[in-house]
């Protein structure tokens, strides 16, 4: 039998080549600090990687695959039989090469739980293979057609910084700039944040260095990021603001605090992406969020609207970010894999002239996982769409 991901050597190129980059095919991370009370101990870490903890329901899902396997009927329609994994990979594009819901990958580590005895780590250059019987799907690891090799290893050292993490569920590069910058504002929020009320003199714009005037509470931090309330996000049920999608300017640091309740405190421009001037209000840096996500269907059932489409575009499309008019308080969470929809619409039936205009069903158009929440807005990544997703499309448990 083929041995687990944690027990195979690695050889002279796999160092040189791979330098230790871990592949994170079966994660179970972000939001994983929240099972971590509720986990089982986990195995020791490979090689110093992180070993991140599994959900029991996970875990469950996974061990109940492995004693029966997944239906053929449940695998994607061209699952590969044979697959290398590479470096760039991503969990929801491996999860989608075998099953029709990329969303329950505990069923793609189950199809193998005997030789991934943890799911979170394995490296590129090994095999996935897909074995069929009886109707049911299962998977096999090796290290390609020549198994696993043995290397002796001259006498001298190549080294390479190791990466924190392996690969993540979603490429990073698509969803990182909304990980750190303050792009929805709640009205409360809103109204106490701190607010630039005037430049020096002769200035009517801030530059990096410029030092800027600032009225309202500034004891919370030193450092801010600023930003403007560009456009109102408006719930197309009640009709009211639920938040501010804001427009991300830069960063600042307080130079003079305050001297009173009341009383103007300097700060310094310390870098820029748009200009800043005059009623451009300050926000607290968001602590970083993790870039890995395990996707899942939501807890509950749940439906709701796009309110917004990331860069005022009309349309979206796969790898686009919307806001969604549900949020935390909402019960939406970072990962839940959700599907988009076309409402129903009224047309003419233009080859009966005269008749009454027929109603055109709603139609599900593609998939969506949220990334980031707030208390009534979360942004989600759009991961396949069949058609253009537009401003007032809804969305539903998958």
Same mark, same amino acid.
């Given at each position: 039998?083929?041995?687990?991901?944690?027990?195979?050597?690695?050889?002279?190129?796999?160092?040189?080549?791979?330098?230790?980059?871990?592949? %994170?095919?079966?994660?179970?991370?972000?939001?994983?600090?929240?099972?971590?009370?509720? /986990?089982?101990?986990?195995?020791?870490?490979?090689?110093?990687?992180?070993?991140?903890?599994?959900?029991?329901?996970?875990?469950?899902?996974?061990?109940?695959?492995?004693?029966?396997?997944?239906?053929?009927?449940?695998?994607?329609?061209?699952?590969?039989?044979?697959?290398?994994?590479?470096?760039?990979? /991503?969990?929801?594009?491996?999860?989608?090469?075998?099953?029709?819901?990329?969303?329950?990958?505990?069923?793609?580590?189950?199809?193998?739980?005997?030789?991934?005895?943890?799911?979170?780590?394995?490296?590129?250059?090994?095999?996935?293979?897909?074995?069929?019987?009886?109707?049911?799907?299962?998977?096999?690891?090796?290290?390609?057609?020549?198994?696993?090799?043995?290397?002796?290893?001259?006498?001298?050292?190549?080294?390479?910084?190791?990466?924190?993490?392996?690969?993540?569920?979603?490429?990073?590069?698509?969803?990182?700039?909304?990980?750190?910058?303050?792009?929805?504002?709640?009205?409360?929020?809103?109204?106490?944040?701190?607010?630039?009320?005037?430049?020096?003199?002769?200035?009517?714009?801030?530059?990096?260095? /410029?030092?800027?005037?600032?009225?309202?509470?500034?004891?919370?931090?030193?450092?801010?990021?600023?930003?403007?309330?560009?456009?109102?996000?408006?719930?197309?049920?009640?009709?009211?603001?639920?938040?501010?999608?804001?427009?991300?300017?830069?960063?600042?640091?307080?130079?003079?605090?305050?001297?009173?309740?009341?009383?103007?405190?300097?700060?310094?421009?310390?870098?820029?992406?748009?200009?800043?001037?005059?009623?451009?209000?300050?926000?607290?840096?968001?602590?970083?969020?993790?870039?890995?996500?395990?996707?899942?269907?939501?807890?509950?059932?749940?439906?709701?609207?796009?309110?917004?489409?990331?860069?005022?575009?009309?349309?979206?499309?796969?790898?686009?970010?919307?806001?969604?008019?549900?949020?935390?308080?909402?019960?939406?969470?970072?990962?839940?894999?959700?599907?988009?929809?076309?409402?129903?619409?009224?047309?003419?039936?233009?080859?009966?002239?005269?008749?009454?205009?027929?109603?055109?069903?709603?139609?599900?158009?593609?998939?969506?996982?949220? %990334?980031?929440? %707030?208390?009534?807005?979360?942004?989600?990544?759009?991961?396949?769409?069949?058609?253009?997703?537009?401003?007032?499309?809804?969305?539903?448990?998958?």
């Amino acid at each position: 039998m083929l041995k687990s991901a944690f027990h195979h050597p690695l050889s002279s190129q796999g160092l040189r080549h791979h330098a230790l980059t871990a592949v %994170f095919l079966l994660m179970s991370a972000a939001p994983w600090a929240a099972h971590a009370a509720d /986990t089982p101990s986990a195995a020791p870490s490979l090689h110093g990687l992180p070993n991140y903890p599994v959900a029991p329901a996970q875990r469950a899902q996974a061990e109940l695959t492995a004693q029966t396997g997944v239906p053929v009927s449940e695998l994607a329609p061209n699952a590969p039989s044979r697959y290398t994994v590479k470096r760039g990979d /991503t969990l929801w594009a491996i999860s989608g090469m075998y099953l029709r819901k990329p969303w329950n990958w505990p069923q793609l580590w189950g199809m193998n739980l005997q030789q991934i005895r943890n799911p979170h780590w394995i490296f590129p250059g090994q095999v996935l293979y897909l074995n069929i019987a009886n109707g049911r799907a299962s998977l096999s690891m090796g290290r390609g057609d020549q198994g696993i090799p043995t290397v002796k290893l001259n006498p001298q050292v190549e080294s390479s910084a190791l990466p924190p993490e392996g690969i993540p569920t979603i490429s990073p590069e698509l969803i990182a700039p909304f990980l750190t910058q303050p792009l929805i504002v709640e009205p409360d929020t809103l109204e106490a944040s701190p607010r630039i009320v005037a430049l020096p003199k002769g200035h009517t714009m801030a530059s990096p260095g /410029t030092q800027v005037y600032v009225r309202g509470d500034v004891s919370k931090a030193t450092r801010y990021q600023i930003y403007r309330p560009a456009k109102p996000l408006v719930d197309p049920e009640t009709k009211k603001i639920i938040a501010y999608q804001a427009e991300y300017l830069g960063t600042t640091s307080l130079a003079e605090p305050p001297s009173g309740p009341d009383a103007v405190s300097v700060f310094r421009i310390d870098g820029i992406e748009r200009e800043v001037g005059v009623g451009d209000r300050l926000v607290i840096a968001p602590p970083r969020e993790y870039l890995n996500y395990t996707p899942h269907a939501p807890a509950k059932p749940i439906r709701g609207d796009v309110v917004s489409i990331y860069g005022d575009l009309s349309m979206a499309a796969k790898n686009s970010v919307v806001a969604l008019n549900r949020g935390a308080d909402d019960g939406l969470e970072r990962g839940d894999v959700l599907a988009l929809w076309h409402n129903s619409r009224m047309v003419k039936d233009v080859t009966a002239p005269g008749k009454p205009e027929i109603e055109l069903p709603d139609r599900r158009i593609g998939l969506m996982m949220v %990334f980031r929440t %707030f208390r009534h807005v979360a942004y989600a990544l759009i991961l396949s769409a069949d058609e253009p997703v537009e401003v007032a499309d809804r969305f539903t448990q998958p």
